[in-house]
């Protein structure tokens, strides 16, 4: 089996339909389109290109397994672009994806995040959905970036590419994620200097009451944490208990770190 164009492939791309094979079932169309998450912090985030269709704000949630088999979730912020990529440039790969389907666009190896089970159409035989509404994994590089854009098309029927927007709720999670990311450090550095900013704390987290306090030193002791002055005493407060997007706003700055009007 080899390397296969999709638009070659009809309604299936299949490995091997013997028990222990694979297969992806191919939803029919001319087009991709294909979410690009890309992570705060990263260039990728900034990258403009007239091909790209679509981009939002967007929080990732990623799950890890430990080594006891058990599983937990974590959450970044970021921003995904969307590209509507033509299916005569995109190989599907002869490995087997298991909800992740092997894929190459223009040179950029990918893998399409899909659902997927066994023993659907044969027993023993995974399958895997390919949507024309897909999306590849987080974290590609700049330069992978520019070879997906470089062959994506605009003004297609796949346009305008319709998201739903986050609520209220997952937007100010999105703001303080990039706060922490863009911000935390300029306001520690300012600690450093001897500045006190007014710092906030995150829901559900109080001293007496109070849920904000003037930082007088960073903790000698704990890596990950600030001394405020909370009503005349000194209180610790771990950096994962405080509301980065407040305190960036009090800081006088946005989530992304630029000043905003007074």
Known sequence: ????????????YVLSDKKGGY??????GEYLVVEVGCDVGRPTVSFRHPNI?????RVYNFKHYRWGGSKFWTSRAGISHYFVIPRNVVKLLP???YSYVPAEINGVRV???V???SG???PGVWTDWLKTRTQISVGHKLADLKKIAAVAVRGTPMEPVKVEPMDSVSDYEWKKMVAEKMVKAKILKAVKEGKTPMVYLGSGCEYAGMTSGKTIELHPWKKRAVILDMGGHKVSVKHSQIDWYRTAKAFGVDEWGKKVAA
């Not at 269709?53 to 704000?57: E, G, I, R, Y």
């Open 111 to 113: 893998r399409f995040n």
């Open 23 to 28: 297969r992806v079932e191919i939803e029919p």
């Open 53 to 57: 269709a679509l981009s939002v704000p």
């Open 95 to 97: 490995e087997k994806g």
């Open 1 to 12: 089996m080899e390397a296969k164009l999709l638009s070659e492939c009809g309604s299936e």
């Open 115 to 117: 659902t997927g089970g």
């Open 120 to 122: 659907f159409d044969a």
